[in-house]
């Protein structure tokens, strides 16, 4: 189920932490993607490819665009209120997609068993009705915030319990900051 509190349809989600490579604004190579919420379970977001995105002359890597659909598909994350990190992500690759293109991505949530949320998204090049360029099914699973303390490095964790806004951020999760 939709979150009670989650952001409302059409919102602009904001990025969950600003030194993330898909969503943070703080990473000058990151992907700078923009997440919107959708109706129900589902998100859109765009992302432009950059030259720093390349992998053949003039085409965007293939771990770039997976890394948009894993950003995209883990910000389905608000909508449920949940932090859930990507457990399995399975990517078809079907267009090639040049830089300078803008992804319009949509993803949503299929099921939900216990710890485990399943979901799917698809990237569509130059709009929304597009053609298909990529497409993923994820299993996303729940964790604690201790999940990041115990694994992350000690000084990037320190900087996020001293930045504000990431509290700010955290609080949206319901995490104990
Ligand atoms: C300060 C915080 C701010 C907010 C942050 C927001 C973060 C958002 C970030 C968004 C950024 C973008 C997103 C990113 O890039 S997230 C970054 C990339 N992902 C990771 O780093 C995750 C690394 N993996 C792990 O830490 C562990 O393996 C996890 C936590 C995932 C599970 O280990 P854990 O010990 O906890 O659980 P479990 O092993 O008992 O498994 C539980 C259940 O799940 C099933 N299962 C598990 N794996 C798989 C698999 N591969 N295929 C199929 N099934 C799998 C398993 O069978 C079991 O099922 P069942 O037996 O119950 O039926």
Redesign the pocket.
Known sequence: MRHADAPAPGELLGA??GQ?F?CGGEQPHGLHLAARAGEGLSITAEFTVRPEHQGAPGLAHGGVLATAL??TL?SL?WLLRT?A????LETDFVRPVPVGTTLHLAAEVTAVA???IYSTATGRIGAPDGPVAVRADA?F?E?K?D??IDHGREEEIQA?MNDPD?IR??RA?E?NP
């Open positions: 969950h932490y993330c898909g894993d950003e883990g994350n932090i990190v990507t457990g399995r216990g710890r485990k299993l699973i964790v915030v999940h990041f996020a990431q951020r955290a999760f995490v």
